[in-house]
């Protein structure tokens, strides 16, 4: 039912930063989980960060961790995944989701999805 659009994706060098955005309809962002997902050509889609719904319980993956920070701001209904450091593995199609109660990093956990947004990293 809630939709997701993510947007700020690019082309960028190594060591460059990115802060990608993700904007839900409806007035029940708050009450559900985001996360942040990504996908490169021929692999499975890999979880990359997580966050609360009133901005706690940030996890992120061990390849990103340090380097990304996600945040949510529930008055915009805007999740952000800000990207600093960025390396050519960092390639990929970003997708954000969100949650009903699920606080793991399966795929399967999440309820809706939005359609990504593309993050070059050239070396």
């Known amino acids: 039912q809630v939709q997701l659009v993510e947007s700020g994706g690019g082309l960028v060098q190594a060591g460059d930063s990115l802060r990608l955005a993700c904007a839900a309809s409806?007035?029940?962002?708050?009450?559900?989980?985001m996360g942040w997902f990504r996908q490169a050509p021929g692999k499975e889609r890999e979880f990359v960060a997580r966050i609360g719904m009133n901005g706690g319980s940030t996890y992120y993956s061990d390849s990103v961790k340090g380097r990304f920070t996600i945040s949510r701001d529930n008055a915009k209904n805007t999740v952000y995944l800000q990207m600093n450091s960025l390396k050519p593995e960092d390639t990929a199609v970003y997708v954000c989701?969100?949650?009903?109660?699920?606080?793991?990093?399966?795929?399967?956990?999440?309820?809706?999805w939005g359609q990504g947004t593309q993050v070059a990293v050239s070396s």
């Open positions: 409806g007035r029940t962002f708050s009450t559900y989980i």
């Open positions: 989701a969100a949650s009903i109660n699920y606080y793991g990093v399966s795929p399967g956990g999440y309820h809706y």
